[in-house]
């Protein structure tokens, strides 16, 4: 069972970056890696993925601002954020895209003036 520690979260401005980071207990070279999101009172969603060969996928909401990358020796998942939205505010986590591992404790990004 590897175990996923999201960090890198906080309070932003509308307009402002974070970069979101996922370390990893054990390898995720051979897994499909996800940055996922849940906020107040909705279900988690999946907002972006990257394949073991650098291929992203990215939400609708996000695609263009987020920016998924990956560092198999680190074992750790990056989510760059830029021209964040309140509608951005949300716990975010990571897992394997078709989560397979107990979710992490999380990030808050809470985007607001």
């Known amino acids: 069972q590897v175990q996923l520690v999201e960090s890198g979260g906080g309070l932003v401005q509308p307009g402002g970056s974070l970069r979101l980071s996922c370390a990893a207990s054990?390898?995720?070279?051979?897994?499909?890696m996800g940055w996922y999101r849940q906020a107040p009172g909705k279900q988690r969603e999946l907002v972006a993925g990257?394949?073991?060969?650098?291929?992203?996928n990215y939400a609708d909401s996000v695609k263009g601002r987020f920016t998924i990358s990956r560092d198999n020796a680190k074992k750790t998942v990056y989510l760059q954020m830029n021209s964040l939205k309140p509608e951005d505010t949300a716990v975010y986590y990571c897992?394997?895209?078709?989560?397979?591992?107990?979710w992490g404790q999380g990030t808050q990004v809470t985007v607001s003036s």
């Open positions: 054990g390898s995720i070279f051979n897994y499909v």
């Open positions: 990257i394949t073991s060969g650098d291929s992203t």
């Open positions: 897992n394997t895209v078709q989560p397979r591992w107990d």
